[in-house]
């Protein structure tokens, strides 16, 4: 963000340089003035002839569709980019001396990696932005907008296994890049997968406190102890892997999951 008085630091042409200096200063008593934010236009305009953007605004000529996928840009960048194809954006002087098929496959896969790193609001998400969550597409996508449509916003992750012909490995595989900022539980707003909601609960009842406290608590998370949380090395007899009994007479914990799923747990609460 940037204001007029720093105008100078962003590189701005002569000519709108100008415009700038001329608008009027605010009225005395008041503070501070019109903020510049510069947004990128790159493919705006591929989106505001495109059947998306006919879709969306029917009543709207290109110009007014652009203006506003440009304004949404700087709302949410990456729910508006994904609506355009992404060789659109500009990807290099050479793209188009490249085999195409493989451009955008390698395109395809660096957007699904970007939304699922970023994650995706499940009861404000667009289609296009649902259709690159893993373990979903454009069909599943569509199911979720109509439920979500027939039954009002989404409270909680486990309500996903109610969309149409959304199965236990779509479930699998999607739910933990769906994120509901205001559910019940504050996993569902979390990276954290539903099937490892329990190692967090049970790191939260040892250290006496909520979930919600021990999310992004620094000082809780230092104290949590992952190894207590992994299951005992396996040792193999006669050909068969069975646990290694605990030294000292320890008791294993109660919760018993693979260590990579403990490690994958306590760093994403961390995170948040």
Known sequence: MRTREDKGALNLPPHLSKELASLSPPPSGRSGGASIFLVSEDGASI??????AREEFPDEDVTTRGA???????????????????????????????????????????????????????????????????????????NIIDYRREHGPFTSRAQLKKVKRLGDTAFQQCAGFLRIPDA????????????SYHIVEQMAK???????????????????DVKRYSPP???????????TPPKGGEEPHPTSPKREECLCAHERIRAL
Not at 47 to 52: G, L
Not at 91 to 108: A, I, M, P, T, W
Not at 124 to 141: E, M, N, Q, R
């Open 47 to 52: 989106y505001s002839a495109s059947p998306v």
């Open 68 to 142: 506003i996928s440009i304004g949404r840009r700087l709302m949410d960048p990456l729910a508006e980019l994904v609506k355009i194809d992404p060789k659109s954006i500009g990807v290099g002087q050479y793209q188009h001396d490249v085999d195409q098929s493989k451009l955008k496959h390698s395109l395809d896969q660096t957007v699904m990696s970007c939304v699922n790193q970023v994650g995706v609001n499940l009861n404000t998400a667009s289609l296009h932005l649902l259709t690159y969550v893993s373990g979903l597409g454009p069909a599943l996508a569509r």
């Open 184 to 195: 019940k539980n504050p996993l569902d707003n979390s990276a954290v997968h539903p099937e």
């Open 206 to 224: 040892d250290l006496k406190c909520t979930i919600k406290d021990l999310i992004g608590n620094k000082k809780l998370l230092a104290e949590i």
């Open 233 to 243: 090395p396996l040792r193999k007899e006669r050909g068969v892997s069975s646990p």
